[in-house]
């Protein structure tokens, strides 16, 4: 990382990475993980400046992930990073003491994409035909219509 009037770029390989302050993480949802692993240390707080310099740190991390995965789909001529890429990004950086954790997590996501219920649209949950949906829906409109032309 290079800093230069500061504005700050990150070089990961052949690739530079201009730092952009709309890159984040949702702070509620970082701060919804920290209350979660502080949860079993009671009195133990965090404190605000620590949990924004930890959403930078995984902004920095996430983005040398992803670099360094798309720099092996490309040296691969894919175009589309895959777990593999994933994998391979965290054992080159020297990470790969996470790699069984996060393949395990990986397969559980997996499998609750497989075995998730489809969720049925308005339409299906309604019950009702197209056509009583439609005439419902015009019925609507001509009330609207009819009070919006009568004024209050």
């Not at 930890?54 to 990073?81: G, P, Q, R």
């Not at 790699?99 to 299906?124: F, N």
Request: charged content about 30%.
């Amino acid at each position: 990382m290079r800093r230069s009037g500061g504005h700050v770029a990150t070089y990961y390989g052949a690739h530079r990475i201009a730092g952009n302050e709309d890159l984040s993480l949702p702070k509620a949802t970082v701060q919804k993980i920290i209350n979660e692993v502080l949860a079993s240390d009671a009195g133990m707080t965090f404190a605000k400046d620590s949990r924004d310099l930890l959403i930078e740190c995984c902004v920095e991390f996430i983005t040398m992930i992803s670099s360094e995965a798309n720099e092996i789909a490309e040296k691969e001529a894919k175009k589309t990073i895959s777990c593999e890429h994933i994998q391979a990004a965290l054992e080159r950086l020297e990470f790969g003491d996470y790699v069984k954790d996060i393949l395990e997590v990986a397969s559980q996501h997996k499998q609750q994409q497989v075995t998730r219920e489809k969720k049925q649209s308005k339409l299906e949950q309604s019950g009702l035909s197209e056509e009583e949906l439609l005439r419902q829906q015009q019925e609507l409109f001509r009330s609207a219509t009819d009070k919006f032309n009568t004024g209050p």
